[in-house]
């Protein structure tokens, strides 16, 4: 079983120029926990929730406190990647020996270019249900503009 299968293809990039504020409500707004940050189109980065509540502390409100800190401030760089042929058992090697959470899926010909997200709840599914859950490989990638707001750009079909 290959990643394809199993990853979320809807999928949102933001840019590094972000209020780190804004990203946290999105993640709020959108329930995911993990965002592929772009520049130009290209991967630069990723942030997750853990990197967010790390970076600040809570208002209590369950926003973090960031006073004008941006997203490129909090993001790992470099984030794993795997190809969309990754296969599952990799997949799950990857985030155990790596202890993290998401692996970004990218293009086979530009490791720059993200077209889907395979989350520990993704690998995790795969085990509770007699069949993978099948999910169309087309996918749509979504970008956030430096004001926060959310577009999207057309489907593109998986190779």
Do not use: N
Request: glycine letters at 6%; hydrophobic letters at 45%; a negative charge.
């Amino acid at each position: 079983m290959k990643a394809s299968i199993t990853m979320l293809g809807d999928v949102v990039g933001v840019p590094p120029e972000l209020p780190l504020r804004r990203a946290w409500r999105l993640m709020l707004e959108l329930r995911i926990r993990h965002l592929p940050v772009a520049q130009s189109g290209a991967l630069i980065g990723f942030l997750s929730d853990r990197e967010e509540v790390l970076r600040a502390s809570a208002d209590g409100q369950g926003t973090p406190e960031v006073d004008g800190c941006v997203v490129g401030e909090a993001i790992t760089l470099q984030p794993r990647t795997r190809h969309a042929t990754t296969t599952v058992s990799q997949l799950t090697q990857a985030t155990l020996d790596d202890k993290i959470d998401a692996l970004v899926v990218v293009a086979d010909d530009d490791r720059r270019k993200v077209i889907g997200l395979v989350t520990s709840t993704d690998l995790l599914w795969l085990l509770v249900v007699d069949e993978p859950r099948a999910l169309a490989l087309d996918y749509m990638v979504r970008t956030v503009s430096r004001e926060g707001a959310v577009s999207r750009e057309g489907t593109v079909a998986a190779a």
